[in-house]
Nanobody
């Protein structure tokens, strides 16, 4: 079992930045590929970014590439999402996720998730 707790959501103006953090606890945190998904009202949950067991293994959705950066701190068992140049269309509930997918790209392509966090709201005003 892996427990995931997100923090850092909030309200920001377009063009601004936010940093989301996800604290992971439970067994074998380092055995999982970690990522972020988001769900806007009336839309399906979509993949945002993932980071593999090696911190250099990352993968992003085209919609956030160049604006968002995913990172992790193995000592603190956290995975962060730095979001810059935010747009109103980034408004959504953001979910932290843990996956047994072997790579970040695999997690992004297959959308395989084994554990979810409870979500944190991000609202970008125009």
């Amino acid at each position: 079992q892996v427990q995931l707790v997100e923090s850092g959501g909030g309200l920001v103006q377009a063009g601004g930045s936010l940093r989301l953090s996800c604290a992971a606890s439970g067994r074998t945190y380092n055995m999982y590929t970690l990522g972020w998904f988001r769900q806007a009202p009336g839309k399906e949950r979509e993949f945002v970014a993932a980071i593999g067991r090696s911190a250099g293994n990352t993968y992003y959705a085209d919609s956030v590439k160049g604006r968002f950066t995913i990172s992790k701190d193995n000592a603190k068992n956290t995975v962060d999402l730095q979001m810059n140049s935010l747009k109103p269309e980034d408004t959504a509930v953001y979910y932290c996720a843990a996956s047994t997918a072997l790579t970040a790209q695999s997690m992004g392509v297959t959308r395989r998730v084994d554990y979810w966090g409870q979500g944190t709201q991000v609202t970008v005003s125009s």
